[in-house]
């Protein structure tokens, strides 16, 4: 039984905007009696101490109030303590305050702040998967709630971050449409899933455990983030004409209808550079710019997030 909340808010997400929210936070959830703390973040990584320290505080849950990154530092404090206490089951519910909130939306969580401090109150754990990713700058392992991309996607992701006075799904557009003049050459990728080991040339490469990034960019649309395994979408290098319509066919999740993209599952992935290198991101935060090898595995029912209804169970 929950009994209290841990509640850890990132000062930066939404612009800067987040702690303008403590207020209503602090107010609703007085309203229902909710015992709970407010911990304001300090610097990168912070989450992840403190997500990790609090979830081994008896009946107590973690939620991250903030974007996609202090959702993924969240998920990996609590992957960690998991790791140390294999029978602990880390359950965490989300805010999404952030500018994108990819991971929220593809877990399902509502998008507002009232009806997201509605679910928290009123939801119940539900068992999520989680990724790990280990290879370049992680060896030891990286966690992610909602994906990872490979080539085209971390460079476009990259290329928004680099935007000081643009946010959001704009910023990673335009991000997209400047590593398009760009165009880099992709790197030739040995790729083994499901017990297949292929040669391909990809623009970019998605691996998902939930459905949309970059805001706008539904890469798997049909992704269940508890059916123990990760949803593959993977686009070959083609003209940049070509790529600028397989992008449009990706706003609006139908890339699968196309003969350049592959669609699959697995439960493991590996994909080694044969020539060239890979560039990569987990949920937004850079695994590395220059990788050779990567393994990816999703971790059934790893957590259990809070939810009001569960479309799958």
Known sequence: MIKKFAIILNPVAGKGYAPKHIPFINEFLQNFNVNYEI?????????????????????????????????????????????????????FGVLPIGRGNDFAFGAEVPAT???????????????????????????????????????????????????????????????????????????????????????????????????????????????????????LCMTKQGSRRELLKTMLHYIKGTQHTLENTTVAQSAAFTLKAVSGSLAVHADGETICEAGKFLEINCLPNAVEIIKLKDKHN
């Open 39 to 91: 911990h304001i973040t300090k610097r990168i990584g912070h989450a992840i101490e403190l997500a990790e320290e609090f979830i081994l505080q008896p009946d107590t849950a973690v939620v991250a109030a903030g974007g996609d990154g202090t959702c993924n530092e969240v998920i990996n404090g609590l992957m960690l303590a998991k790791s140390k206490n294999p029978d602990l089951m880390p359950v």
């Open 113 to 231: 702040l009232k009806e997201s401090l509605n679910a928290i109150v009123h939801g119940k754990p539900v068992h999520m998967d989680v990724g790990i990713i280990k290879g370049g700058n992680y060896p030891e392992g990286r966690y992610f709630g909602n994906g990872i991309g490979v080539g085209f996607d971390t460079k476009v992701g990259l290329e928004a971050a680099k935007m000081k006075h643009i946010h959001g799904a704009f910023a990673y557009l335009i991000g997209a449409l400047k590593t398009l003049i760009l165009y880099p050459p992709a790197p030739d990728i040995e790729l083994t899933y499901n017990e297949i080991t292929t040669m391909v040339s990809p623009a970019l490469v998605s691996i998902m455990n939930g459905k949309r990034m970059g805001g706008t960019f539904f890469m798997a649309p049909n992704a269940n983030n508890n059916d123990g395994v990760l949803n």
